[in-house]
C-alpha cells in the first residue's frame, strides 16, 4: 500500500528493545539491557545543577545552537583535556545521546554500497544503523584484546573489502564482549587508518567505569603521537552510563571538517539537542560533580562484576566460558554446545533475561550461537545471585 524506502520495507527493530516487554512481570531479572543502576544516580547532584541552570531560563527554554550551548561545550573541552585529548571548539558538538552522532556521521560519509568496518561481535544499533544508511558491512574479528588489528591488516591489504569509509569500534569496555583493546593494538589501529584513510569511529560510552587494571588511552588521545592520525579519528562519548541517560547528552570530538557537516547535518534532525538538559550537564560538570561521583559507580560496579562472575561459576562451573572485564557493563559469555536463543526462552520461564550472543553480528548465520551477553550493571548483588541460580535451572532443564 505504501511505498517505503528500502530500508524500511521489512525493517527490524533493536533485538535488545525486543525483550523489554517481559521486564515489567513480576519477579523477572534482567541482565538484558545495558542499563546503568538506577540508584546509583546523583539526584541531589543534578538537581543542585538543574537549580543553577534554571536562573538562566532564556538559555534553558529558548532554542540553541546546533553545535552545543558554549558552556557546556567549554565543559566537555576540559573533561576531554583531562582524558588527554585536546580539542578545539569547531572539533566538538553536542549530541542528543552518542548514538546520534553515529547517524550523523554516517550521513555525512557514507554513500548506499559503500563498506563500513567493524569489529565483531558489535553493538546492535550500530549494526542497524550500518544496515539502515545501506552500507555493505564488513566484520572484523574481535578477542579478549578488542579487534584483531592483524586480520584487519591482512583485510585491507588484500582488497577484499574494496576502500572502506570508516571502522567502529567500542575500545575500551566493548559492548558486548567487555574486551579492551591492548595499546599496542590501539597504536597499530592508528598507523592503518593513516595508510588506507578511512576513518575510526571511537564510541567510548564506558572508559571511565574502570574498576581494575590499569587506564589506557583514548584512541584520540593516542592519534596525538602519530603523524596524522589525528585526521582519521572521530570519538564519541556521553553522559548516558556514567550519569544518567535521561539527560540524553552525548557529544563529537574530531576534525573539525567532519564536524561541521556533521552540524549541518543536525540542523535538519532537530535543530539542536535540548538546551534545558543541555545546561544542567554544564552545570554538573562545571561543579566537579562526576569526578566527585565516578569513584562511587566505579566501586559499586566493580562488585557486581565480581559477584556476577563467581555466580556464574558457581552455579554452572565448568560449562560456562568467560574473561572477566575490568570495568564497563558486560560480561560476555559461552555455553558450547548450547543455542543461547533456545536457553533464553527457557530462562524467561524461571524470570530471568540475558542477550543471546547472535544479537551482536552482522550475519546472523555466522553468528556464535552459544555466546550470551549479561548486564551487571542493574540488579543488585542479592538479584545477581538468585539471576545466575535461575540460569541454571534454565541451563540444566534443556540437557
Same mark, same amino acid.
Given at each position: 500500500?505504501?511505498?517505503?524506502?528500502?530500508?524500511?520495507?521489512?525493517?527490524?527493530?533493536?533485538?535488545?528493545?525486543?525483550?523489554?516487554?517481559?521486564?515489567?512481570?513480576?519477579?523477572?531479572?534482567?541482565?538484558?539491557?545495558? !542499563?546503568?543502576?538506577?540508584?546509583?544516580?546523583?539526584?541531589? #547532584?543534578?538537581? *543542585? /545543577?538543574? +537549580? @543553577?541552570?534554571? &536562573?538562566?531560563?532564556?538559555?534553558?527554554?529558548?532554542?540553541?545552537?546546533?553545535?552545543?550551548?558554549?558552556?557546556?561545550?567549554?565543559?566537555?573541552?576540559?573533561?576531554?583535556?583531562?582524558?588527554?585529548?585536546?580539542?578545539?571548539?569547531?572539533?566538538?558538538?553536542?549530541?542528543?545521546?552518542?548514538?546520534?552522532?553515529?547517524?550523523?556521521?554516517?550521513?555525512?560519509?557514507?554513500?548506499?554500497?559503500?563498506?563500513?568496518?567493524?569489529?565483531?561481535?558489535?553493538?546492535?544499533?550500530?549494526?542497524?544503523?550500518?544496515?539502515?544508511?545501506?552500507?555493505?558491512?564488513?566484520?572484523?574479528?574481535?578477542?579478549?584484546?578488542?579487534?584483531?588489528?592483524?586480520?584487519?591488516?591482512?583485510?585491507?591489504?588484500?582488497?577484499?573489502?574494496?576502500?572502506?569509509?570508516?571502522? !567502529?569500534?567500542?575500545?575500551?569496555?566493548?559492548?558486548?564482549? #567487555?574486551?579492551? *583493546? /591492548?595499546? +599496542? @593494538?590501539?597504536? &597499530?589501529?592508528?598507523?592503518?587508518?593513516?595508510?588506507?584513510?578511512?576513518?575510526?569511529?571511537?564510541?567510548?560510552?564506558?572508559?571511565?567505569?574502570?574498576?581494575?587494571?590499569?587506564?589506557?588511552?583514548?584512541?584520540?588521545?593516542?592519534?596525538?603521537?602519530?603523524?596524522?592520525?589525528?585526521?582519521?579519528?572521530?570519538?564519541?562519548?556521553?553522559?548516558?552510563?556514567?550519569?544518567?541517560?535521561?539527560?540524553?547528552?552525548?557529544?563529537?570530538?574530531?576534525?573539525?571538517?567532519?564536524?561541521?557537516?556533521?552540524?549541518?547535518?543536525?540542523?535538519?534532525?532537530?535543530?539542536?539537542?535540548?538546551?534545558?538538559?543541555?545546561?544542567?550537564?554544564?552545570?554538573?560538570?562545571?561543579?566537579?560533580?562526576?569526578?566527585?561521583?565516578?569513584?562511587?559507580?566505579?566501586?559499586? !560496579?566493580?562488585?557486581?562484576?565480581?559477584?556476577?562472575?563467581?555466580?556464574?561459576?558457581?552455579?554452572?562451573?565448568?560449562?560456562i566460558e568467560f574473561a572477566q572485564?575490568?570495568?564497563?557493563?558486560?560480561?560476555?559469555?559461552?555455553?558450547?554446545?548450547?543455542?543461547?536463543?533456545?536457553?533464553?526462552?527457557?530462562?524467561?520461564?524461571?524470570?530471568?533475561?540475558?542477550?543471546?550472543?547472535?544479537?551482536?553480528?552482522?550475519?546472523a548465520a555466522a553468528a556464535d550461537?552459544?555466546?550470551?551477553?549479561?548486564?551487571?550493571?542493574?540488579?543488585?548483588?542479592?538479584?545477581?545471585?538468585?539471576?545466575?541460580?535461575?540460569?541454571?535451572?534454565a541451563y540444566e532443564a534443556g540437557?
Amino acid at each position: 500500500m505504501y511505498e517505503f524506502t528500502s530500508p524500511f520495507q521489512q525493517p527490524s527493530g533493536s533485538p535488545i528493545r525486543e525483550l523489554f516487554k517481559y521486564l515489567g512481570e513480576p519477579g523477572m531479572i534482567s541482565f538484558a539491557g545495558g !542499563y546503568p543502576a538506577s540508584d546509583l544516580f546523583d539526584v541531589e #547532584g543534578l538537581s *543542585l /545543577a538543574a +537549580e @543553577r541552570a534554571s &536562573a538562566n531560563a532564556v538559555q534553558c527554554l529558548q532554542y540553541g545552537p546546533t553545535d552545543g550551548l558554549a558552556t557546556l561545550k567549554r565543559e566537555i573541552i576540559g573533561l576531554m583535556a583531562r582524558r588527554g585529548a585536546a580539542c578545539e571548539a569547531e572539533e566538538v558538538m553536542a549530541t542528543t545521546g552518542s548514538q546520534q552522532g553515529l547517524d550523523l556521521l554516517l550521513r555525512v560519509l557514507v554513500e548506499p554500497g559503500d563498506a563500513v568496518l567493524t569489529e565483531e561481535p558489535a553493538y546492535p544499533a550500530t549494526l542497524q544503523a550500518f544496515r539502515l544508511q545501506r552500507a555493505k558491512i564488513v566484520a572484523v574479528p574481535a578477542d579478549a584484546q578488542g579487534i584483531q588489528v592483524d586480520k584487519l591488516a591482512s583485510l585491507l591489504e588484500s582488497g577484499a573489502c574494496g576502500k572502506p569509509k570508516l571502522l !567502529y569500534t567500542v575500545p575500551t569496555f566493548a559492548n558486548p564482549t #567487555g574486551a579492551t *583493546l /591492548a595499546t +599496542e @593494538r590501539r597504536r &597499530a589501529l592508528l598507523a592503518l587508518a593513516v595508510k588506507h584513510r578511512f576513518v575510526v569511529v571511537e564510541d567510548d560510552p564506558y572508559g571511565d567505569l574502570r574498576f581494575a587494571g590499569a587506564p589506557l588511552r583514548s584512541l584520540l588521545a593516542e592519534a596525538q603521537a602519530i603523524d596524522g592520525a589525528r585526521d582519521w579519528v572521530v570519538h564519541f562519548a556521553s553522559l548516558s552510563k556514567i550519569v544518567a541517560p535521561g539527560l540524553r547528552v552525548g557529544w563529537m570530538a574530531g576534525p573539525r571538517e567532519i564536524v561541521r557537516r556533521c552540524v549541518i547535518a543536525k540542523q535538519t534532525v532537530d535543530l539542536c539537542s535540548s538546551p534545558w538538559t543541555q545546561a544542567v550537564a554544564a552545570e554538573y560538570l562545571a561543579a566537579g560533580a562526576l569526578e566527585q561521583h565516578l569513584p562511587k559507580i566505579t566501586a559499586a !560496579y566493580g562488585v557486581k562484576c565480581a559477584a556476577l562472575c563467581a555466580a556464574l561459576r558457581e552455579q554452572l562451573g565448568e560449562a560456562i566460558e568467560f574473561a572477566q572485564p575490568e570495568g564497563g557493563m558486560f560480561v560476555w559469555a559461552r555455553l558450547p554446545g548450547i543455542d543461547a536463543a533456545d536457553l533464553l526462552a527457557r530462562a524467561i520461564g524461571q524470570k530471568v533475561m540475558f542477550v543471546p550472543g547472535k544479537a551482536f553480528f552482522a550475519d546472523a548465520a555466522a553468528a556464535d550461537k552459544a555466546a550470551l551477553r549479561l548486564s551487571f550493571a542493574a540488579p543488585d548483588v542479592e538479584a545477581i545471585k538468585e539471576g545466575a541460580r535461575r540460569m541454571k535451572r534454565a541451563y540444566e532443564a534443556g540437557l
